[in-house]
Antibody
Framework: EVQLVESGGGLVQPGRSLRLSCVAS????????MHWVRQVPGKGLEWVAG????????VYADSVRGRFTISRDNAKNSLYLQMNSLRVEDTALYFC??????????????WGQGTLVTVSS | DIQLTQSPSLLSASVGDRVTITCRAS??????LAWYQQKPGKAPKLLIY???TLQSGVPSRFSGSGSGTEFTLTISSLQPEDSATYYC?????????FGQGARLEIK
């Protein structure tokens, strides 16, 4: 059974940093690209970042480029999102999602349950 | 960025009804469109990809069609468990974008 389990969310002040993790199981992690998607509670979905199977060619939404860094450790079946210079508007539930391809082609066939990030003073 | 506009944003239908949700793209995206279903408190679930390919395990009452800029998600015979919000997603250009969502209620 495919499982994606996010962690690392919490309450943080504007301007501070947070690192999210996503541990994968039930599939060959290093065969697939991975993504982060966020959702403000009660609102729609926003794609945040994606990374290919080997960790190359990360891509980012304009809203986070230069502040967030996506990475992966295939030996640990783990995906990460380093979030720096956090803003109030980054407050959301962050999902990790598995691509159906090794490249960044989508769509996303499995999703975690999300970890909530709240940016507030 | 590619903008996706879903219509209607809210719809109410009865069990057994045929329901159609439309997704329009601000420019052509070939067939690089997916549909997701999201229930409250849950992660999105992939229903359709490549505009019309049914994801494994998804009931056959769900179908998708379209290409270019106009796409539809159809539920042929609405069931109570189909009450959810439905999102389209384009995968032809980065950044990947989603529609604003269409909330489907059961009368």
């Amino acid at each position: 059974e495919v499982q994606l389990v996010e962690s690392g969310g919490g309450l943080v002040q504007p301007g501070r940093s947070l690192r999210l993790s996503c541990v994968a199981s039930g599939f060959t992690f290093d065969d697939f690209a991975m993504h982060w998607v966020r959702q403000v509670p009660g609102k729609g979905l926003e794609w945040v970042a994606g990374i290919t199977w080997r960790g190359g060619s990360p891509v980012y939404a304009d809203s986070v480029r230069g502040r967030f860094t996506i990475s992966r450790d295939n030996a640990k079946n783990s995906l990460y999102l380093q979030m720096n210079s956090l803003r109030v508007e980054d407050t959301a539930l962050y999902f990790c999602a598995k691509d159906i391809h090794f490249a960044l082609q989508g769509p996303f066939d499995y999703w975690g349950q999300g970890t909530l990030v709240t940016v507030s003073s | 960025d590619i903008q996706l506009t879903q219509s209607p944003s809210l719809l109410s239908a009865s069990v057994g009804d045929r329901v159609t949700i439309t997704c329009r793209a601000s420019q052509g995206i070939s067939s690089y469109l997916a549909w997701y279903q999201q229930k409250p408190g849950k992660a999105p679930k992939l229903l359709i990809y490549a505009a019309s390919t049914l994801q494994s395990g998804v009931p056959s009452r769900f179908s998708g069609s379209g290409s270019g800029t106009e796409f539809t998600l159809t539920i042929s015979s609405l069931q109570p468990e189909d009450s959810a919000t439905y999102y389209c997603q384009q995968l032809n250009f980065y950044p990947i974008t989603f529609g604003q969502g269409a909330r489907l209620e059961i009368k």
